[in-house]
């Protein structure tokens, strides 16, 4: 259609066309790849060079360029016997080629590229300090979470042992037909109570600041004064003689 003459399909150029599974494609993509480099080329040979690019290409020519006569300091090396290639010195053990020139091409001041450095590791030992600090405040909650969940699986247990001292208190006390605890404490109280039961046990409760552990001790001690029995034995023994020659102790530690 158009401007466009169409192909003849029966012409020796379309029989002879390598018509192979993607050969065609790949064809076409290194074409489009030469084609870009190609223009890539004539743009970098058509861009107008900067004026620091072009001192920097006569700077390295000149650098590059051995010294020829018309240099005075080489004339008078030469008038001194010296050979174009030769080491420097009196026995030839110096330098062959001059010292390089290092081109300061930055507005910055001398010494500005050590203060970046110095600048740059400050800042790395910084974040070095704060990423232990973080580590350590890290391992130091992660402890006091470990510390806390145990000292709470101690409470439990110890107010696990204490309801069972109290069970064990109450049973006994009631078989000796004792009728009222020595402590409000050292027997299980009901869960249902009057109101006026349950404010005078609140009241006797505030008025005792004994904590578990110390209510355990007492409470532990009693029984084995009173009844001879040992809550970590689960046993009652006859006398006091008895119960002090074959009970290991008055704590559970003494019991493990």
Not at 48 to 75: H, I, P, T, W
Not at 81 to 106: D, F, M, R, W
Not at 126 to 134: F, G, L, P
Not at 226 to 241: K, L, N, P, R, S
Request: net charge negative; charged share 40%; glycine share 6%.
């Amino acid at each position: 259609m158009g401007d466009e003459e169409e192909e003849d399909y029966m012409s020796d150029l379309f029989i002879k066309e390598d018509v192979r599974p993607g050969v065609p494609m790949v064809r076409r993509v290194r074409e489009a790849l030469q084609k870009e480099e190609k223009q890539k080329e004539a743009n970098e040979k058509n861009r107008q060079k900067s004026v620091k690019e072009e001192e920097k290409e006569r700077r390295d020519l000149v650098l590059s360029s051995a010294l020829g006569d018309e240099n005075k300091g080489f004339a008078l090396l030469q008038k001194m016997g010296y050979k174009s290639g030769q080491a420097l010195g009196k026995s030839g053990e110096g330098i062959v080629e001059p010292i390089p020139l290092n081109i300061k091409t930055g507005r910055s001041g001398l010494g500005h590229e050590e203060f970046k450095k110095r600048k740059a590791e400050e800042k790395l030992e910084n974040y070095r300090k704060k990423i232990h600090m973080k580590k350590q405040a890290n391992e130091q909650a992660a402890d006091q979470f470990r510390i806390r969940f145990k000292n709470k699986q101690e409470e439990r247990k110890m107010e696990g042992d204490l309801r069972k001292s109290q069970r064990a208190c109450q049973q006994l006390d009631i078989q000796k037909d004792i009728e009222a605890p020595k402590e409000i404490w050292y027997w299980l109280q009901p869960e249902e109570e009057d109101q006026k039961d349950e404010e005078d046990k609140d009241d006797e409760c505030t008025g005792s600041d004994l904590s578990v552990s110390a209510k355990l001790q007492i409470l532990t001690a009693y029984l084995r004064e009173q009844h001879f029995y040992c809550i970590w034995c689960g046993t009652t023994y006859e006398d006091a003689e008895d119960l002090s020659s074959n009970c290991p102790g008055d704590s559970a530690a003494d019991h493990d």
